[in-house]
């Protein structure tokens, strides 16, 4: 079965700093991959994705992501945050087929410091 | 941008209660889903939905719980006898090809006394 890690379970970057968030996954096949941000009280909205071809995808609000198949891992980056980045980030997994669900990593909370 | 839309923001019912969640997906997808999250915890995966039928269920997905399309609009999850640990936000999401990148609503969050 599929399962995502996140190993940072609370971040806290200051305003202007780079973030690196981490996401490590376990599928028997070629993931799909994803990564989604949650404001407090908020929904989920989706960041980026990954299918296939280049493994490092661009997103919304200057976010990014890497895929390296060989680490398992589909980290997500930017390279200055900003205070309004602070929330739950989850990497998601899901597959190649019909009706298939999603598994949801547990989630890091950013603060970012002023 | 298109939206999936989640009726009620936040619904308060007491235990032993049936509640009615309600989703509108964005039109022309075809995918439909539930998924709760516990206060601080994961997302986790309900139910989903395709062709008028439930093509998956999570463990969590009893048999108190059902879905419903009951018109070309609106996605319902229904919760028969609610109880204290079914308190939890609760998203619907939709996709055109049920392979991914969903888009989530803005849940409804459900408190039962």
């Known amino acids: 079965a599929q399962s995502v890690t996140q190993p940072d379970i609370h971040i806290t970057v200051s305003e202007g700093a780079s973030l690196e968030l981490r996401c490590n996954y376990s599928y028997g096949a070629t993931p799909y991959l994803f990564w989604y941000v949650q404001s407090p009280g908020q929904g989920l909205q989706l960041l980026l994705k990954?299918?296939?071809?280049?493994?490092l995808v661009q997103g919304i609000k200057g976010f990014e992501a890497e895929f390296k198949r060989s680490q398992s891992s589909f980290n997500l980056r930017k390279p200055s945050v900003h205070w309004s980045d602070a929330a739950e980030y989850f990497c998601?997994?899901?597959?190649?087929?019909?009706?298939?669900?999603?598994?949801f990593g547990p989630g890091t909370r950013l603060s970012v410091l002023p | 941008e298109p939206e999936v839309t989640q009726t009620p923001s936040h619904q308060v019912t007491q235990m032993g209660q049936e509640v009615i969640l309600r989703c509108v997906p964005i039109?022309?997808?075809?995918?439909f889903y539930w998924y709760r999250q516990i206060l601080g915890q994961k997302v986790e995966f309900l139910v989903s939905f395709y062709n008028n039928e439930i093509s998956e269920k999570s463990e969590i997905f009893d048999d108190q719980f059902s879905v419903e399309r009951p018109d070309g609009s609106n996605f319902t999850l229904k919760i028969r006898s609610t109880k204290l640990e079914d308190s939890a936000m609760y998203f619907c999401?939709?996709?055109?090809?049920?392979?991914?990148?969903?888009?989530f609503g803005s849940g409804t969050r459900l408190t039962v006394v």
């Open positions: 999401a939709s996709s055109p090809t049920g392979e991914g990148g969903y888009t």
């Open positions: 990954y299918f296939s071809g280049d493994t």
């Open positions: 039109s022309n997808h075809l995918y």
């Open positions: 998601a997994v899901g597959g190649v087929g019909y009706g298939q669900n999603f598994v």
